[in-house]
């Protein structure tokens, strides 16, 4: 087992057998990634980190009544498929969507949810050109600015739903600028694979 393996391991104390899903998942991101571009060829040497706990770490941030979580520009499946494997031991009555515009990355997406074993629906599709889907969580990684993202989650959001967003050094900035246009809640939780980031938990979002 690798360093970085056995890093994510101490980290999250998962299962056997959600070890072995996130292990197939991973064989799966590195032989399609080649040919649609999943992430970026430099991350490929530490998936376990950049990719997989950089997106394991929002389940711990899912709220206890949650019944349906919606992950917008899945791409590659981070973080929505690695939330569905691990929510499989943690909460297995979690409902799955994975919004994604380009038809490649949803045709992967399809293969990763059936070769791991998770259920979940796949929308390939715009998420601005959704009708509002009422999710309990709405998760986006390395997407847009939160400006943005914030409409997407107004638009797809529960009410009293959370949304879950991973952001890098220039989250107060952005959060900044995000509040000249919007009225939200924000928790900033520390990422657990970077200093400088935060995921942002927010909710109560309206226009400002």
């Excluded at 959704?130 to 997407?152: E, F, M, N, Q």
């Excluded at 509040?179 to 400002?208: G, M």
Aim: overall charge neutral; aromatic content about 6%.
């Amino acid at each position: 087992m690798s360093v970085e393996r056995s890093e994510f391991e101490l980290q999250t104390g998962v299962s056997r057998e959600t070890y072995e899903k996130l292990d197939r998942y991973v064989e799966l991101v590195k032989k399609w990634s080649p040919r649609i571009n999943l992430v970026g060829r430099s991350t490929l040497s530490d998936i376990w980190t950049r990719h997989i706990l950089d997106s394991a770490q929002l389940v711990s941030l899912c709220p206890k009544r949650a019944e349906h979580w919606l992950d917008i520009g899945s791409g590659g499946g981070f973080p929505g498929v690695v939330v569905g494997i691990m929510a499989q031991a943690t909460k297995p009555e979690l409902r799955l969507t994975l919004v994604e515009s380009d038809q490649r990355k949803c045709a992967f997406l399809s293969a990763a949810l059936r070769e791991t074993g998770v259920h979940g629906n796949v929308l390939c599709a715009r998420s601005e050109e959704l009708d509002h889907i009422g999710a309990d969580v709405v998760s986006a990684r390395a997407l847009a600015p939160l400006s943005a993202l914030l409409g997407h989650a107004e638009r797809h959001l529960s009410s009293g739903g959370t949304a879950l967003f991973p952001k890098g050094a220039n989250y107060q900035k952005e959060l900044i600028n995000a509040l000249d246009s919007w009225s939200f809640h924000c928790e900033t939780h520390p990422s657990k694979t970077d200093t400088d980031a935060v995921v942002f938990s927010i909710s109560e979002i309206k226009r400002a």
